[in-house]
């Protein structure tokens, strides 16, 4: 059941950072530079949660 929910955190992660990333080229394009740092930001946070995710979903798949 652990492993499932890790699968689910990554893709989810995943789509947010696809998300965050098609919003920050917009508000790059628009020169709402404030956006971009928000969305940068919030980006790289799901990416150490994905990143977390794969650690713990590798340590329970491989003992």
């Given amino acids: 059941m652990a492993k499932k ?3 689910a955190i990554i893709f989810i ?3 947010i ?6 919003w920050t080229i917009e508000a790059y394009l628009g020169l709402e530079f404030e ?4 969305n ?3 980006a790289l946070l ?3 949660v994905a990143i ?3 650690l ?3 340590k329970w798949e491989y003992n």
């Fill in 5 to 7: 929910i890790c699968w």
């Fill in 13 to 15: 992660t995943l789509a």
């Fill in 17 to 22: 950072n696809v998300v965050m990333l098609q």
């Fill in 35 to 38: 956006l971009v740092f928000r």
């Fill in 40 to 42: 940068t930001i919030i």
């Fill in 46 to 48: 799901s990416s150490v």
């Fill in 52 to 54: 977390t995710a794969m």
């Fill in 56 to 58: 713990f979903w590798r």
